[in-house]
């Protein structure tokens, strides 16, 4: 069984992207500048935005985060979405989401220019991911994608399933892992909640891909010797014995389920490190002009 090591992965990564900045820089050019905007004060969206600035500093990028209360308008989101694409030291930038209930995301989303949303949720990015043109691919499955790359894990020709089907990583992992790439040429199977008989699908899999937030809900007799599985689950749970209260858990049963795998990625410290670093990775190539 490998061990597959998304903090270890991300930091060389990150250091990657730090040497072509200081290479960008010296030849007398600006830095890649990230700005995010951040509504109220979700702890998770804290944290995250937090790690990304943090992130942009080990890259050598500027940052920006500008932050607005839960009772924020949506027409004020407008307006500074509106500056921050006409802004041209910015080269990408991130609404954090969730938004409030009274703002209408996909309209905050559409309002983004497709060639700074390097997020890549913008229904733009989003279709040229779908036939295979050029452009930003959302966090999350770009960053297993690379994931996979960099192991190694053969996947032309491989059966893949996918648990779970939001638009930020569902969909687009499956869109991914089919198309005509290395990694992809796989046939894939997406599974959700009016999916009967998940376990004995995902039995046939040579690659699982666990993206529901359900605890544990992969486990060792839903997995065939020898799979690669990708878990992408984040879930807070009580945990006494931490200082926090809580401690994060993935989809797949770890324990019982690694034995099984040649290749599994932990929770934490496995998809969660490169989704940060798959935005870094967008924020140069929106510098770059790609």
Known sequence: ?????????AAEIKQEIAAEVKEMTA???????LAAILVGHDGGSETYVANK?????ECGFESSLIRFEDDVTEERLLEEIKKLNENPEIDGFIVQLPLPRHIDEQRIIRAIDPSKDVDGFHPINVGNMSIGLPG?????PAGIMELLRRYGVETKGKRAVVLGRSNIVGKPMATLLMQKSNPGNCTVTVCHSATPDIKEICREADIIVAALGSPGFVTEDMVKPG????????????????KSGWRLRGDVDFDNVA???EFITPVPGGVGPMTICSLMMNTLKAKKGL
Do not use: Q, W
């Open 259 to 261: 034995p099984k795998c």
């Open 27 to 33: 030849r007398g050019e600006r830095a890649p500048h």
């Open 53 to 57: 600035v943090k992130a942009c500093a």
């Open 136 to 140: 930003f691919v959302s966090a999350t």
């Open 1 to 9: 069984m490998t061990l597959i090591d998304g903090k270890k992965t």
């Open 227 to 242: 799979a690669t599985v990708i878990d992408v689950g984040t879930t807070r749970v009580p945990d006494s014995t931490r």
